[in-house]
């Protein structure tokens, strides 16, 4: 079975876009770049990987990635959601919440949803970036070129309304036109456990990517005026991401009605110093981050 995880789908697809950060002050910089020319006006939202190679892919994509050998189609998305949620409320019988906070709740706890975790914090996801890693006999993994993402989320911030807050799931059978299309939304969600006020998180919400006729140009393969660098076609784009991005770079202007996204690379060397200062200076560890049982169990005991 092909490694969906760490192929080279998404370091050529981020790879044209990205700064780089080689110790904790450049890491600063970087962060610093992309507040500066998002200007005070846009809010932005955070998530780090901690591997570079990684795609931008939600753990419901990946799963039926891996099941099928090829990216779901969104049809393929809803039917295992509905699925899911027939499951959860029949024989679970959690049949008292909204569509979304169920998702919001099985992502929680390990399960395949299409959200992606993001977080209001910059400092937040730079230490997910840099999170040590350890094998299955509990001894760090040798760190690898981590990743954080920056997305504009100004106008695509929801609530659990009557739009998005109802019993079935909101983006069912067309109910959002644009969906795949535009930058997912962002949902910031209640307190349903500690591990969501210590990461300041939310999640990113939004549909299979897909092209119409004249909106692939967002999709070029390059920074530069135009799409002479090329573009990437829609199963590529998929490979890399499972939410509809309009990449920028730090140094690029923004357009008044743009929603970028930034990426910068973590490089390996620089982890463990930008690590120890988020860690010993910062308060960020495993135990800020997992602060309930679930996170003592699995993180705690790594000192044993």
């Known amino acids: 079975m092909a490694d969906w995880r760490t192929n080279k789908n998404a370091l050529n697809f981020f790879s044209p876009w990205d700064s780089y950060a080689t110790d904790w002050v450049s890491s600063q910089s970087r962060i610093q770049e992309i507040l500066r020319i998002a200007s005070p006006s846009r809010e932005l939202v955070w998530r780090g990987v901690s591997n570079s190679a990684y795609p931008l892919h939600s753990s419901l994509f990946r799963h039926l990635l891996n099941k099928k050998g090829a990216p779901p189609t969104e049809l393929q998305m809803l039917s295992a959601e509905k699925k899911l949620l027939r499951i959860a409320r029949h024989q679970w019988r959690f049949d008292n919440s909204t569509a979304l906070e169920l998702f919001a709740q099985i992502q929680h706890f390990g399960g395949p949803t299409r959200l992606l975790d993001v977080s209001f914090n910059p400092l937040i996801a730079l230490w997910f970036a840099v999170e040590q890693k350890f094998d299955l006999n509990g001894d760090p993994q040798l760190d690898e070129d981590g990743r954080l993402f920056a997305f504009d989320a100004t106008r695509n911030l929801?609530?659990?309304?009557?739009?998005?807050?109802?019993?079935?799931?909101?983006?069912?059978?067309?109910?959002?036109?644009?969906?795949?299309?535009?930058?997912?939304?962002?949902?910031?969600?209640?307190?349903?456990?500690?591990?969501?006020?210590?990461?300041?998180?939310?999640?990113?919400?939004?549909?299979?990517?897909?092209?119409?006729?004249?909106?692939?140009?967002?999709?070029?393969?390059?920074?530069?005026?135009?799409?002479?660098?090329?573009?990437?076609?829609?199963?590529?784009?998929?490979?890399?991401?499972?939410?509809?991005?309009?990449?920028?770079?730090?140094?690029?202007?923004?357009?008044?009605?743009?929603?970028?996204?930034?990426?910068?690379?973590?490089?390996?060397?620089?982890?463990?110093?930008?690590?120890?200062?988020?860690?010993?200076?910062?308060?960020?560890?495993?135990?800020?981050?997992?602060?309930?049982?679930?996170?003592?169990?699995?993180?705690?005991?790594?000192?044993?």
Not at 178 to 204: E, H, M
Not at 230 to 255: C, F, H, P, Y
Not at 266 to 292: C, Q, T
């Open 158 to 304: 929801l609530k659990l309304d009557g739009q998005w807050g109802g019993y079935e799931i909101p983006w069912r059978d067309n109910a959002q036109p644009d969906w795949g299309i535009k930058l997912p939304s962002v949902w910031r969600p209640p307190a349903y456990n500690s591990r969501i006020p210590a990461q300041n998180s939310a999640f990113l919400v939004g549909g299979v990517p897909k092209v119409t006729s004249g909106t692939n140009a967002k999709y070029r393969k390059g920074p530069g005026d135009g799409i002479s660098q090329g573009t990437w076609k829609i199963g590529e784009v998929r490979l890399a991401t499972s939410v509809s991005l309009s990449m920028n770079t730090s140094d690029r202007a923004l357009q008044a009605r743009s929603t970028p996204t930034f990426t910068i690379v973590i490089s390996s060397a620089a982890k463990a110093e930008i690590r120890n200062v988020l860690e010993n200076h910062f308060g960020y560890n495993s135990a800020s981050m997992y602060p309930d049982l679930y996170g003592l169990a699995k993180y705690g005991t790594l000192a044993l």
